[in-house]
């Protein structure tokens, strides 16, 4: 029998499964299946151990087998992102015994598991929905409201993470946005909750929330056959506590329809990847490297700072993505040895090249260059983004199966405001995304205009539109205030990114 344990982050093992019992064989193929919802936004590890079942124990069903009673083969562990980026989503693991880990030589001894996974037919599915709302009450002063929706999903922690998000409706009450495709994978089931809240566009990044409501995907069908309105609420605060207040304005559904599509996942299978680039941001404003107070203090204790918390996190979760992990990694802002100030330079100190090997050879380069270059100004992006739509553009031209997503890293406002915009105009047509991340307590305002989905697609200065949108920010004092995954957050939106990109130009996955 195999029992199943998903690792949490805190080192907890939960068990999730046990497969059925099967008699007398040393090559057993177990039947049972086991269904878990796929995020792409972290790692999911995999506890898999074997137990020999007791002859007198047969005849009892396995949920009441007591585990301490029974035998154990061994154990083998793996993340669900390896497993779904193997071409034939399988993978065999050494069965290793706990006591005999230790020392290695009885331990290949124990055999080896083969896991397979396969995606659920359902999880094709990909949900085409029209929104609109009615009687919107007014946030602007002298005019009406410019009002977008943004989509959330409910992780079991409670915190919501947005999956998705419409265009801006200029001065209407009555919104009807155009249409938003939900795959049924993203967001878990058809039945998962999902937070749907109305805001009020303010271009300098806080836009005031009108009302929102919680429906599952279900829901949404049932009020399109219904033809039925949703009331929106808003959250009030009533003494100390908050009260939903329930308004006059409704959500309505005015087109809900489920069509099959190829999945993030297919895309995997039929051999595409998921390449990470890395550009961290070495201006003065971040402090002198060396004094505790500054945001690049490598602590002489391991704890890491928020640039290396950044590359850490991010990374871990797209490096199964990413098959040689050779990672591009640049720094920008400051001034190498007896050089002049560079907006992008190799962080391994190379003229020649600019990868380094694995998430620690990230984490190397970048405290290798804190110490041979002198931090310097000012906060310019249009350099690296454009040396990352250089990589993406030479890969396009080659024909190979690569998606890109470059991670900024900075503390400050950016002085290249619309040399950025005409950067990320140009790469949005390029198999690229963009995260930004903002440590630090400066104001960010800025990156939420870049973040196109908050507002309106960017447009360059020769009145070129975006073709989509490829930026997503968040500010890292969001994750140490517990209140959302800074990953998550970050993350959740590339699948989206990568179908949007395939999708506009008819790039089938190969079976």
């Known amino acids: 029998m195999v029992v199943v ?81 193997k071409p034939n989503r399988s993978l065999t693991l050494d069965l290793i015994r706990r006591e005999e880990s230790v020392s290695s030589t009885h331990s290949q001894h124990c055999g080896k598991l083969t896991v397979h996974a396969e995606e659920c037919f359902s999880s094709k599915s990909t949900a085409d929905i029209i929104l609109r709302c009615i009687d919107l009450e007014s946030k602007d002063l002298f005019s009406k409201s410019d009002p977008f929706l943004v989509i959330s999903k409910l992780v079991e922690s409670g915190t919501s993470i947005p999956v998705c998000k419409t265009e801006v409706l200029k001065n209407d009450h009555n919104p009807t946005w155009k249409p938003v495709f939900l795959n049924i994978q993203q967001v878990g089931s058809k039945d998962s909750p999902l937070v749907i809240e109305c805001f009020n566009f303010n271009s300098n990044g806080k836009h005031d929330l009108i009302g929102k409501v919680q429906k599952s995907l279900a829901d949404l069908e049932k009020l399109h056959l219904g033809r039925e309105g949703e009331n929106l609420y808003l959250p009030t605060l009533v003494g100390h506590n908050y009260e939903n207040k329930i308004l006059n304005s409704k959500l309505l559904v005015d087109k809900f329809s489920e069509t099959v599509q190829h999945t993030f996942l297919d895309y995997l299978a039929g051999g595409f990847e998921l390449n990470f680039m890395v550009a961290i941001d070495f201006t003065a404003s971040n402090g002198n490297p060396r004094l505790p107070d500054s945001l690049h203090y490598i602590d002489p204790s391991g704890r890491l700072n928020a640039y290396q918390k950044a590359i850490y996190e991010v ?30 330079f190799n962080l391994n100190g190379s003229s020649n090249y600019c990868e380094v090997q694995g998430i620690q050879g990230i984490m190397m380069a970048y405290t290798s260059a804190l110490f041979n270059v002198s931090l310097a100004g000012p906060t310019l992006f249009g350099h690296v983004i454009n040396r990352a739509s250089v990589v993406a553009c030479d890969s396009l031209s080659t024909g190979a199966k690569k998606y890109f997503a470059l991670l900024i890293i900075t503390d400050g406002v950016i002085t290249d405001l619309q040399e950025t ?23 960010f305002k800025e990156m939420e205009i870049l973040d196109a989905v908050k507002g309106e697609r960017l447009e360059s200065t020769t009145g070129c539109i975006a073709s989509r949108d490829i930026v997503q920010f968040v500010p890292f004092r969001d994750l140490q205030s517990g209140e959302i995954s800074m990953v998550g957050a970050l993350l959740a939106e590339l699948p989206t990114q990568f179908l949007t990109y395939m999708r506009r130009r008819d790039i089938k996955p190969s079976t």
């Open 421 to 443: 915009k005409d950067a990320l105009v140009k790469a949005s047509d390029l198999p690229l995304s963009i995260l930004i991340v903002g440590v630090g307590g400066a104001d």
């Open 5 to 85: 344990y998903i690792k949490e982050r805190d080192g907890a093992i939960n068990e999730v499964f046990r497969t059925e019992v099967v008699l007398n064989s040393l090559t057993p193929t177990w039947i049972a299946k086991y269904t878990i919802t796929y995020h792409f936004e972290v790692v999911q590890n995999l506890l898999f151990k074997v137990f020999d079942v007791d002859t007198q124990y047969h005849n009892v069903e396995v949920k009441m087998l007591k585990l301490e009673e029974q035998q154990s083969l061994g154990e083998a562990y793996c993340t669900l992102s390896e497993l779904v980026t």
């Open 315 to 344: 990374g871990e979760v797209l490096q199964f993505y990413d098959a040689d992990k050779r990672y591009p990694a640049w720094g920008f802002g400051a001034r190498p040895i007896d050089g002049p100030v560079s907006h992008c």
